[in-house]
C-alpha cells in the first residue's frame, strides 16, 4: 500500500506593497497630497507634487517672484535686495497670495515699514484706496477652511530660480 503524504501547506502570497506616491523634494518621505497642476506630463502617467509644507513653500517662492519680478522697489526705485512685502500679515492665508495683499520693497523699506506698523497701515490704505483695504481685511478675517494650494501654485507658474 501506498502511503501518501500530506500535501504541503500552501504559502500564502505577500501582499504586493504600493509604493504610494511621495513629495518630489529630496529627503521628504511624506505623502504627496498637492499636484502641481502647472507641471503636469502630458502623456505620461504619473505627475509630480508636494506634501503640505513644500506645497506651502513652493507657494511662497513662485508668490515672492512674481511680486519681484518687478524690478524695482516701489517705496525708493531701488533695485537691488528686492524683498516682497505683504499688507496684511502673512499669517492671514486667506490674502497671503493676493497679489493686491503685496508689494516689492527694498530691504530697507520693507524694515522701516515693519517697524512702523501704523504707518505701513496708512501707507497701504492710501495705496490701494481705504475700500480696497477694507475688503482685504476682511476678507482675512472671514477666511476659514483648507487652502487650495493646487490652485495656487496654478496661479503662479514657475520661474526658474535667479542666477546672481
Not at 497679489?99 to 524694515?111: F, I, M, Q, S, W
Amino acid at each position: 500500500m501506498i502511503q501518501r503524504r500530506k500535501p504541503l501547506p500552501r504559502r500564502r502570497a505577500k501582499p504586493r506593497r504600493i509604493r504610494s506616491p511621495r513629495c518630489v523634494v529630496r529627503g521628504c518621505d511624506r505623502l504627496r497630497v498637492v499636484v502641481c497642476p502647472s507641471c503636469e506630463r502630458g502623456d505620461r502617467d504619473w505627475e509630480h507634487g508636494y506634501c503640505l509644507t513644500h506645497a506651502k513653500q513652493e507657494a511662497d517662492r513662485r508668490f515672492s517672484l512674481a511680486v519681484r519680478s518687478i524690478g524695482r522697489c516701489e517705496g525708493c526705485g531701488q533695485t537691488e535686495g528686492l524683498q516682497c512685502s505683504h499688507f496684511i500679515s502673512r499669517r492671514y492665508l486667506g490674502v497671503r497670495w493676493t497679489r493686491l495683499n503685496a508689494e516689492c520693497l527694498c530691504r530697507g523699506c520693507h524694515k522701516f515699514l515693519t517697524e512702523r506698523p501704523l504707518e505701513a497701515r496708512d501707507r497701504a490704505r492710501e495705496r490701494l484706496s481705504a475700500a480696497v483695504y477694507d475688503e482685504l481685511e476682511e476678507q482675512a478675517r472671514r477666511f476659514v477652511g483648507p487652502v487650495d494650494y493646487a490652485a495656487v501654485l496654478a496661479k503662479y507658474p514657475p520661474v526658474a530660480k535667479e542666477v546672481a
